[in-house]
């Protein structure tokens, strides 16, 4: 978990039932974007019933889910950033798919990260794409 924690109840990508929408739509920007996840335990489809077996299971799941975020992978669309003293940079987790590349290329040089995260108001979380 998150941390190293293990706790169900502080990490929500270890609680059982966590229902996430696969599409989302932002409410400021109106964008539509895919919810990334390292895996997902299954789909089921919106106007299943919660006690329905899921449309497809762990295996199945990941290997639509990789499908589907495959064209928005494409090297024309990513931004690689090359880092230098004094850069910042920022994004929106909402709608933005990010991560770490390898230290390798700074190593023996001192690097400062730091992570700023802002609480919204519920209403002002991302929503399904199709309600």
């Known amino acids: 978990g998150s941390k190293g924690s293990t706790d169900a109840a ?7 039932g966590t229902t996430v929408p696969l599409v989302v739509r932002e ?13 997902v335990a299954s789909i089921s489809l919106m106007e299943d019933a919660p006690d329905a ?4 299971g762990f295996e199945e799941a990941n ?3 990789a499908d589907a975020w495959r064209p928005g992978l494409a090297d024309d669309l990513l931004y690689k950033h090359q880092w230098q003293v004094g ?3 920022a994004w929106s987790n909402r709608l933005v798919i990010h991560t770490a590349t ?3 290329a700074y190593k023996g040089e001192s690097r400062l990260h730091t992570r700023i995260r802002m609480r919204s ?8 794409w199709k309600t």
């Open 102 to 104: 390898s230290t390798v």
């Open 63 to 65: 290997r639509y889910v």
């Open 27 to 39: 409410r400021h920007s109106g964008k539509r974007s895919l919810v990334g996840s390292y895996h």
């Open 53 to 56: 077996p899921p449309r497809l």
């Open 10 to 16: 502080w990490d929500v990508n270890l609680a059982a």
């Open 87 to 89: 850069d910042l940079v």
């Open 121 to 128: 108001q519920p209403e002002d979380a991302p929503m399904p």
